[in-house]
């Protein structure tokens, strides 16, 4: 790749976002996804004049089951990018993931049933199963009567 410093900034830039992009495994897993830029997991990336592109990320927990996965991942986003030739994924060996690295994002609104006020914000403590409609009552607690 041969380009002036502004062309590796904006390839940088443009790796830097397209890697952050990625859905981190274990929001998905948990039914609150987040990309691995909301989760403060992309460190910096280094683009050398030949194209090839390292990556440091910054995991939740260093013995993460997922970064097999995410460095698949974040491979496979970054390599189609015109001037990207190789991509190597490391794991930050100087930085601890802390919560402060979080960005915030509001929670997706969500339609309620029929009869509901409206719109409401998602609940992140939410399981991802969809409440009682009048097709899915609710279930009755135990003990619970009903009269007719």
Known sequence: MSGTQQ???????????TASSVMDPCSLATSQPRDLGEMG??????????????????LTDPTCWFFADITQAIEN????LPGVRN?????SEHLMWTPDRLTYRPLPLVKLGPGSPGLRRADPQDSGVP?????????KEQGETRGL
């Not at 409440?131 to 279930?139: I, L, Q, R, S």
């Open 7 to 17: 062309d590796f900034d904006k390839l940088r830039d443009e790796v830097v976002r």
């Open 41 to 58: 997991l992309i460190e910096e990336a280094h683009v050398s004049s030949t194209g090839d592109v390292t990556i440091d990320i910054v």
């Open 77 to 80: 986003a970054v390599r189609p």
């Open 87 to 91: 991509v190597v994924v490391q794991q």
């Open 131 to 139: 409440g009682p409609t009048a097709e899915n009552p609710p279930a």
